[in-house]
């Protein structure tokens, strides 16, 4: 019964805290964002690093804030497909694949960008910028039905238990929490089988049978975008070094809704249980900042090498959230009964440290047009929650070294490589790049390779930019947790934990405008 020990402890810190748990890939969501770009920077994959004088290279490389000869005003549009596949896993039979597909469109970025020309001085130009880019989407929809072993009631029946205690001993019903065990308590999904005793014992009707499962339907919806406004400064000393930094505040909304609903297999007939609903709503908000310098070196007309840093953002979250619990059963007399319970509003404030990053850019750039390349590292077990801003209560210091540790555990840090190419025909311009990025799962050793492409015209004071990509991701997806508990001692998992696995192919067009002044 260790396990069991183990995760009713860490739920039984979750009850005390009386929030919606925070979790490593809460944390991952946040930290693996990125520059929204202009249709240019797209094309050739983010390599632009060492070229400058465009809005989102700069947000990578504030040093090519020096390399504007004009002032420049930008905006960009974003045509975002998301195709999501999604299987629940099942090691007696196949389950049925279930798509699901998302279209959005918005505003990418926008930035402006003025400065002065000082012929008598070695800083040849001082430039100012101010815009903001969008760095992630959260928008996504999962479907899955089929059998697969257990059920959510195992993860209600661990909530319950006594860490202290032996077998199936659980605290106090009132000392249940208000989300998920106390909800399943109040609608009878799990219940005390001999409440005239002194002790106080749980069980759900599913667990009577040796090995049992159910059929499953879960639908998580997800929405939600993340920005970055910056305010940046830099400057052109001699034609050789250009070098600026940006203040940044990274601010994002966040909102899920998950619907799981469950029937027993046509084979457990027998038992009371007839179907279960639970609902889940969760948003969250927040605001940060983090400073990022850089610079390029140019050693003659051609070659050009770009090093820059971006510090770790401080994001401070506001998360609300609340849940509803359907039961459905029968009595003795076979009469079905159905009960529903609903939780209070839940808030809770916190704050989240994502990690730190270096890129390091080089290009060549000649009549014919350019050929770049971009390395940049990240590390995401930097990436913490700190849970005790607003609180100093002994559960939340122990369940913020929880979560961090489960943050190091799942995650690694990444290098990833963007490479790029235009041709230039008179005013028309060709391009093609590519990342290739290492997976930030410490259990995969693989590379991620993501295509793209683009066309663009390059007036005297008009342009006009146009790219297409396309990201693949595959993962694991988990409808719920559990502690993977014996409840009966005979040396077999009965809370199994259903997997989902999930092909996510994002398919991004991006529109660029610009006027030169």
Known sequence: MQNKFIFSLILGLMSILNMKAQVASDAFRLANTNVGGTARFEAVSGAMGALGADYAAICVNPGGIGLYRKSDFAFSFLVNSNQNSSTLKNLNQSNQSYDKIRNSFS?????????????????????????????????????????????????FLEQSLDPNGEGLAGIPADN??????????????????????NKTTYIHDLLPLKTYGTEKSHILSETGTAYNLNIGFGGNYKEKLFVGGNLNFPFFSYKSSRTHFETPISTQATSPFVSLEYKDNNNQSGGGINIAFGAIVKPNKNLRFGLAYQSPSYISITESYNSELTYVFKDNAGVSSSNTAKSPDGLFEYALITPQFVTASFGYVAKFGFLTADVQYKDFNQTKYLLTIESDAPADAEYQKIVNADIDKQYKSVWKANLGAELALDKSRIRLGTSISQSPFANEDKWLIAPSAGLGYRGNKTYFDVSFSKRTNQENYLPYITGSSDFNDDGNTDAVQPIVETKLNQYQVVMTFGFKF
Do not use: C, H, M
Request: glycine share 10%.
């Open 107 to 155: 505003l990418s970025n926008i930035g402006f960008v003025t400065g002065v020309n000082k012929s008598s001085s070695n800083w040849l130009r001082t430039n100012f910028v101010i815009g903001f880019n969008q760095s992630a989407q959260f928008a996504k929809k999962t479907n899955v039905k089929g059998q697969s072993q257990g059920s959510i009631l195992d993860r």
């Open 176 to 197: 249940l929490d208000d989300f998920e065990a106390g909800l399943a308590y109040e609608v009878g999904a799990i219940f005390d089988p001999i409440s005239s005793d």
